[in-house]
């Protein structure tokens, strides 16, 4: 289909998370197939640039972090200004683009008095160039900055072709401008955004197109595309790199691909009278089988619980530690646990894959109304996720006293229970060949259940449990101070202030200390019970002991141990068997105060500063998503709606994509395969707990927060065998890392870790961030309170 396209447009992405935005909106209107490169490629031959735009019809530079004065953050498109008469060709700027532009021509770049992220505002202009047709129309704008044209007499270059009229506080801002003779424009505002005026964004992409083929019909001999040469071009150290091991990954993902052999499902299926998650979790424990669970917990908007039954000695498991870079993975066939030194975050992937594809059932008949039959379940930790966009961890990170925890830890369920809490009903399942004796277990266990509902939901009462109680009675809690998180919060505020972030999802951690020992299980009935939430997990994993087994380990003995007791409101990615994708992000919060009603939380959702939160995450999330399924089949369903929780109101946006059909599972072209973890390696860490744009606002926050906050603002959830995914985004969690002693690293008896934060913008009020970490910090710690 690309060849088909009627131009090539190269893109140059200065590290934007709104790149793919850009990119679907060149390709969905125009036609054009887009390559993309950084900024700071390296262009093997020197003073190639010429060379490689000649073999482009035009050029579009992406909106970015930053300053355009700074060769860091605009790299080679400083240099496209200085194309001489004969390379010219074509060339629109977006955002930090358009500043580069003005800055190359007469134009200056200053400090807006308040900065615009995530602000819509009217586009005023006289309907030409560009603007022809366009209508007047509303655009998003993402700038700390803005340019000032000299005055016309003075022989500026740009001509100016829209303003912003209606920011009192600013005054006018230039909104848009060309070159008066080259073939150069820019636009200070995001024609991409969700809250741009679609219609209009079109229009005017359509003008700057059909002029550019217009100046370079007249101006530029015909070109002729070799893909090759551009490659070669761009072959510098780290693109080569990157590419190879891709490739490697693909080869080996098609090779296993190959090998699969059949699975079977054991199903059955139960009334599920008298069949709570809990209960059914404790009622496993007491016959001697140890559960995951995943737990909707009771929750209006969950439908399924899900436990997935570990066996410490045979289950497989895959554990991935990015400080040190080891990789550990057990599966039940091979012998010895194979373990890595120097691996990388890329390897998980492709082993994720191939177990799920090796334990797909492919039988007839199949409990296909059940989202999980098995496959793994676990957590990807926030410092994972850092890993797979390039962002090194700070270096008290990779120290102690988190030594032993893992960042991504998986254990692939063979046999599962799953609550379907709609239908009422409960399906038992093994993936095990010969497993009929345990399904026969299960079915006892189930009866009994049934049959004795009515006498335990008297005795359940939510009533306090006073084991639990006393153990908290001796626990501390350890609370961030006021003083240090304001003073970080102010700090969030300095950097939006310079242009390199738009958002900043500034977090910070309490401790509670326990001098003894604490029944998680306990603690975590309470915490569902006052935090109620459609994503709950409790998730207990012992620790791998890796010292004694790889002579090469130094340092760390055993990792992996944790245990989380969870009750997060947030969908991060859910994907199904057909390859339909959902994102859910919460970005904008009202505590449920005394005082505070649901009408006033309502208008406060409402305002520029939630709204602009929350925009900012659902085009960051769009462009993750569009860069694997395309724009053309990505879309925002639900944007900012009002959900209501046990201690907070929350502004809810989705965005949807799906899967092209040929690069699905059943695609015949098998090495161009995509599933859902694809989109979930893109997309991580989450984009609600980073701010935008992504890659730069992590660096800020990890030179702020000095700490790693581990599973905390990770993702946890299942990958099914059948294809289909669920994560939720770790917040409002209570989560240990132990292991292999009784004691905790950082002293004696045990630490519960729970992290909580919120986006800071520069519209944010400091006192008004702090309280707000609080309350979301108070859903746990309430729990570990007496
Ligand atoms: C950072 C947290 O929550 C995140 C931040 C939110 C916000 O800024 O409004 C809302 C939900 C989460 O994405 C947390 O709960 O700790
Ligand atoms: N969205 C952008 O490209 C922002 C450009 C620049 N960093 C600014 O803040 O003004």
Redesign the pocket.
């Known amino acids: 289909m690309d060849s088909q396209r009627t131009g090539h447009i190269l893109f140059i992405d200065a590290y934007d998370s709104f790149t793919n935005n850009v990119v679907g909106l060149l390709e969905t209107t125009l036609g054009v197939q887009v390559t993309v490169i950084h900024h700071d490629t390296p262009l093997v031959v020197p003073k190639s640039l010429p060379l490689l735009v000649r073999n482009f019809d035009a050029v579009v530079i992406g909106p970015g972090p930053g300053h355009p004065s700074k060769p860091e953050d605009i790299g080679l498109i400083s240099q496209l200004w200085k194309l001489g008469e004969q390379d010219l060709l074509p060339i629109f700027g977006v955002c930090l683009g358009f500043q580069s532009l003005a800055l190359a021509h007469g134009g200056t770049i200053e400090k807006l008095p308040r900065p615009r992220h995530g602000i819509v505002t009217k586009v005023s202009h006289q309907q030409t160039d560009i603007f022809v047709g366009t209508g007047a129309f509303y655009a998003t704008n993402y700038h700390s900055l803005r340019v000032r044209l000299p005055s016309n007499s003075s022989g500026g270059a740009l001509v100016p072709l829209a303003w912003d009229h209606d920011d009192g506080f600013n005054g006018d801002i230039l909104l848009a401008a060309r070159h008066g003779t080259k073939p150069f424009w820019g636009v200070q505002f995001h024609p991409e955004s969700e809250c741009t005026t679609a219609a209009a964004a079109r229009r005017m992409m359509e003008n700057w197109w059909a002029q550019a083929r217009t100046w370079s019909s007249l101006h530029r001999p015909s070109r002729h595309v070799d893909a090759e040469y551009i490659i070669r071009l761009l072959s510098g150290p780290s693109e080569s790199a990157s590419r190879d091991s891709t490739c490697q990954h693909l080869a080996q993902r098609k090779g296993n691909h190959t090998d699969r052999r059949a699975s079977n499902l054991d199903w059955k299926r139960h009334e599920a009278t008298g069949i709570e998650a809990t209960r059914l979790h404790e009622t496993l424990r007491d016959a001697g089988y140890a559960a995951i669970l995943l737990d909707s917990q009771d929750h209006p908007r969950g439908r399924f619980s899900i436990l997935g039954l570990v066996d410490s000695s045979t289950s497989p498991r895959l554990i991935y530690q990015v400080a040190d870079r080891t990789l550990y993975y057990a599966t039940r066939s091979s012998p010895a646990p194979k373990i890595k030194k120097q691996a990388s975050i890329d390897q998980v992937w492709p082993l994720l894959q191939e177990a799920l594809d090796r334990n797909m059932p492919e039988q007839d008949s199949l409990p296909d109304d059940v989202p999980f039959w098995g496959g793994w379940l676990g957590y990807i930790s926030y410092e994972a996720g850092l890993e797979t966009i390039h962002v090194d961890l700070d270096p008290s990170c990779a120290a102690a006293p988190n030594q032993d925890a893992a960042d991504v830890n998986m254990v692939f369920v063979h046999r599962s229970i799953v609550i379907d809490h709609r239908s009422s009903t409960v399906v038992v399942q093994t993936l095990l060949p010969d497993d009929g004796r345990w399904m026969h277990d299960m079915a006892g266990i189930i009866c009994y259940m049934q049959v004795t509902a009515r006498t335990r939901q008297q005795q359940d009462n939510g009533n306090t449990d006073p084991v639990l109680e006393a153990d908290l009675a001796r626990s501390r809690i350890i609370r961030p101070t006021q003083a240090e998180y304001c003073a970080k919060v102010a700090a969030c505020q300095d950097v939006l202030a310079t242009g390199d972030s738009y958002e900043l ?1 500034l ?1 910070d951690e309490s401790k509670l200390l326990c001098p003894g020992t604490l029944d998680p299980w306990r603690l975590y009935k309470k915490l569902r019970r006052r935090n109620t939430a459609p994503f709950g997990a409790f998730i207990q994993l012992d620790a791998v002991n890796i010292k004694s087994m790889s002579p090469e380990s130094s340092g760390v003995g055993a990792i992996g141990g944790v245990t989380i007791l969870s009750s997060s ?2 969908r991060f990615l859910h994907w199904d068997r057909t390859g339909h994708v959902e994102f859910r ?5 009202v505590s449920k105060a005394p005082g505070v009603t649901r009408e006033d939380a309502y208008a406060i959702l409402q305002s520029s500063k939630e709204q602009a ?1 929350n925009l900012m995450i659902v085009d960051l999330i769009r462009h993750d998503l569009s860069g694997v399924v395309g724009a053309a089949n990505c879309r925002v369903s639900q944007l900012m709606v009002v959900e209501e929780y046990e201690t907070v109101y ?2 809810v946006s989705a965005i949807e994509g799906q899967i092209p059909a040929q690069q699905l599972l059943q695609g015949r072209r098998r090495q161009q395969r995509t599933t859902g973890i694809d989109v979930l390696r893109v997309s991580l860490p ?1 984009g ?2 980073t701010g935008a744009p992504k890659k730069r606002s992590c660096e800020v926050l990890r030179n702020l927060e000095r700490r790693p906050r581990g599973v ?2 990770g993702v946890l959830g299942y990958m099914d065998v059948g294809g289909g995914g669920d994560f939720s ?1 770790v ?2 969690t209570a989560f240990r890392n132990h292991g292999g002693k009784e004691k905790d690293q950082l002293g004696q008896g045990m630490v519960w870790r729970v ?5 800071v913008t520069i519209q944010s009020d400091v006192l008004a961030e702090f309280h ?2 609080e309350t ?2 108070a859903s746990v710690l309430g729990a570990m309170s007496v």
């Open positions: 999802c977090t409101p947030e992000p919460i970005k904008g919060t939160e929350q502004l989450p609600s707990m905390y603002a985004v917040i409002r992290g909580a934060g919120g986006a707000e970490m979301k910090a």
